[in-house]
């Protein structure tokens, strides 16, 4: 499975992007998809998570600023975000949690990221 993202970039504080993720290749089944964020130097965290059946989960600092969705039909996951602000830069990877066959458990796979730079 190949996770390709796409729509960082730079914006100013109070602006808007959007992400996108699109999966590809052979699976038997995706669960959850989601982002999370990287700042160097710093943890991985968790921004938003979404089921196959619209069930989401948000870090606090994404909560009413940052909206996640999924079109399982194309089996792509997006992350709107809003109110952009300075600490919000990061680069921000997408998630799937597959099950490749039949008979495998759950693992994630990863996209490569995607840098989004919020000037103050």
């Known amino acids: 499975v190949q996770l390709q993202a796409s729509g960082g970039g730079l914006v100013q504080a109070g602006g808007s992007l959007r992400l996108s993720c699109a999966a590809s290749?052979?699976?038997?089944?995706?669960?959850?998809m989601g982002w999370y964020r990287q700042v160097p130097g710093k943890q991985r965290e968790m921004v938003a998570s979404?089921?196959?059946?619209?069930?989401?989960n948000s870090a606090d600092s994404a909560k009413d600023r940052f909206t996640i969705s999924r079109d399982n039909a194309k089996i792509t996951v997006y992350l709107q975000m809003n109110s952009l602000k300075p600490e919000d830069t990061a680069v921000y990877y997408c998630?799937?949690?597959?099950?490749?066959?039949?008979?495998?458990?759950?693992?994630?796979?990863w996209g490569r990221g995607t840098l989004v730079t919020v000037s103050s």
């Open positions: 979404i089921s196959p059946l619209g069930t989401t």
């Open positions: 998630y799937a949690d597959v099950r490749d066959t039949m008979l495998s458990r759950f693992r994630d796979y």
């Open positions: 290749g052979t699976f038997f089944r995706i669960n959850d």
